[in-house]
């Protein structure tokens, strides 16, 4: 149960009455006609009485019961409220506040004593994020002389992101050595041949290729391929947003990371996130469904800022970004310090993947001359940009509008990203 403020204030009528009153007895010292006063006397004092004897408390109550706290987007969930007015006060209105995360819809809105109602409302989840839901409540007291508005708190929603289903995800040539399902360069248990070599005491006579042996007179093995996982990091830039025809960069990065974050753990792999921008956050990579629904809680609080956005990432945690990671980038290339961070990632060694996610360009205004050539000039920076990260091995790909991730992610996933031990 919450509480809210009212902030009391008079009537619209009453402000009238006592403003005609004022004048009126201007009028009558005007006029010399004090004999007048004591018919409007009566009325100003009643008024006056109920101002003073009768003002309510500043308390509304608000009792809010949620069929669910975290949903997903496209999700609807109830909400019923339940409220108490001041004594003596009654309630006039009800609405309910929501950001561009939830929409609202109401169903009924009950009053079973002029202080007390229930309302009912379904709400959609239309856009990820923690949506703060809210009532203004507005009532009226001290037998009408009074009305006030209160903004109560009803309670927060975690609208988690949708995550397309992908099956395209990169991975690095290094493999880190656990176990999993790609081959490495490795020799270990698996089931890829890797070659074979004289036999060793203590190798377990299982591994012994006996043909081989019978050709050459003595004992040989075969040796295996190791199966091991990858670690992939998904890198959100979130240094600004830019809004788009249906959509933004910052929601594009945001279901793509989350996209390829889901992909790599459904295949065994170890996958974390990492938002440069704002307030810079991370996951560490980890597996299982239970750190899925880790790192879409973290996604929750990545927001659009700017002045942070680091060009040298030295600093992060090495389980945040270990060796030998494949990092997917998800960026509009807009911001130069996000732009050399990536740089500098791949000259430490680790293999990355950038996905630009910026489906729109500058438009030339009619009255601007000079538009037309500026245009050009961003798009040859544009150009240079993806010329330069190429020139470093790191694949650039386009997330235009109308195309799956998938499509955009398989030519990268196609060879693994090219990274360095060093």
């Not at 998800?330 to 993947?353: K, T, W």
Request: glycine share 10%; proline share 6%; charged share 25%.
């Amino acid at each position: 149960m919450t509480d809210g403020k009212v902030d009391w204030e008079p009537a619209g009528w009453l402000i009238t009455v006592v403003t005609l009153s004022v004048l009126a007895a201007l009028a009558v010292v005007v006029a010399g006609r004090f004999d007048l006063v004591v018919f409007g006397a009566p009325l100003l004092g009643a008024l006056a009485g109920a101002w003073w004897s009768a003002r309510p408390d500043r308390v509304v109550q608000v009792s809010a019961t949620t069929s669910a706290e975290r949903v997903f987007e496209g999700e609807t969930l109830s909400l019923t409220v339940e409220l108490t007015a001041p004594p003596g006060a009654e309630l006039l209105d009800v609405e309910l506040l929501t950001g561009v995360e939830l929409g609202a819809e109401p169903r009924s809105l009950h009053r079973s004593t002029p202080g007390t109602a229930r309302g009912e409302w379904e709400l959609h989840a239309l856009r990820w994020g923690r949506a703060a839901v809210r009532l203004r409540v507005t009532t009226r007291g001290a037998g009408g002389l009074l009305v006030g508005d209160a903004y109560c708190a009803v309670t927060e929603v975690a609208i988690f992101p949708n995550a397309d289903r992908i099956g395209a995800v990169p991975r690095p040539m290094d493999l880190p050595d656990l176990m999993g399902v790609h081959l490495g360069r490795r020799k270990g248990e698996g089931v890829e041949f890797g070659g074979l070599r004289e036999y060793q005491p203590g190798d377990p006579l299982r591994n012994v290729n006996w043909p081989v042996s019978a050709r050459r007179g003595s004992l040989y093995v075969t040796e295996r391929l190791a199966e091991q996982a990858a670690k992939v990091v998904a890198m959100i830039d979130a240094s600004g947003d830019v809004q788009q025809a249906d959509t933004s960069t910052l929601e594009l990065s945001v279901h793509g990371a989350l996209a390829v974050v889901q992909a790599a753990l459904r295949r065994g792999d170890r996958a974390g996130v990492v938002s440069l921008g704002g307030v810079v956050r991370w996951l560490a990579p980890d597996l299982g469904r239970k750190h899925f629904y880790r790192v879409v809680e973290a996604l929750l609080d990545v927001q659009a800022g700017t002045g942070s956005a680091p060009s040298d990432l030295a600093g992060f945690p090495r389980t945040v970004l270990p060796r030998g990671a494949a990092v997917v980038v998800f960026s509009p290339l807009l911001d130069e310090r996000v732009i050399n961070a990536v740089a500098d990632l791949r000259r430490r060694g680790f293999g990355l993947a950038v996905v630009d996610v910026l489906r729109m360009e500058p438009r030339a205004r009619p009255e601007a001359d000079y538009d037309p050539i500026a245009i050009r000039m961003w798009r040859l920076g544009r150009r240079g940009i993806r010329h330069r990260l190429a020139e470093l091995g790191i694949p650039v790909g386009t997330w235009g509008e109308g195309v799956e991730l998938d499509e955009v992610l398989r030519p990268m996933s196609l060879r693994p990203l090219l990274g360095s031990r060093k």
